[in-house]
């Protein structure tokens, strides 16, 4: 059963960074593109940005040039540094990766979500 274990949420001031980490387990054979969307109340669910295994990204418009998604392959996470933060980046973020396993095939997974607050 994979999992995605998403970190690094939390209350931080307006022009302040955080760092989400997602890291995936349980029967990862091959780990496809991963990414970070999210979800502010009322609204629906957004890329935020996403990265292939060779590294390439692909960020929604309202972050680029804030936040910079990473990936360490060997052992299977993907980071999202994000930079001067706005309070309208407050949202629930969640960790989603394309990810083939023996049992299950090759499908999406999505992490449980890690709340990201922007406030002074």
């Known amino acids: 059963q994979v999992q995605l274990v998403e970190s690094g949420g939390g209350l931080v001031q307006p022009g302040g960074s955080l760092r989400l980490s997602c890291a995936a387990s349980?029967?990862?054979?091959?780990?496809?593109?991963m990414g970070w969307y999210r979800q502010a109340p009322g609204k629906q669910r957004e890329l935020v940005a996403d990265?292939?295994?060779?590294?390439?990204?692909n960020y929604g418009d309202s972050v680029k040039g804030r936040f910079t998604i990473s990936r360490d392959n060997a052992k299977n996470t993907v980071y999202l540094q994000m930079n001067s933060l706005k309070p309208e980046d407050t949202a629930v973020y969640y960790c989603?990766?394309?990810?083939?396993?023996?049992?299950?095939?090759?499908?999406?997974?999505w992490g449980q979500g890690t709340q990201v607050t922007v406030s002074s």
């Open positions: 349980g029967g990862v054979f091959r780990l496809y593109a």
């Open positions: 990265i292939t295994t060779g590294g390439s990204t």
């Open positions: 989603n990766a394309d990810v083939l396993t023996v049992l299950a095939g090759r499908r999406v997974y």
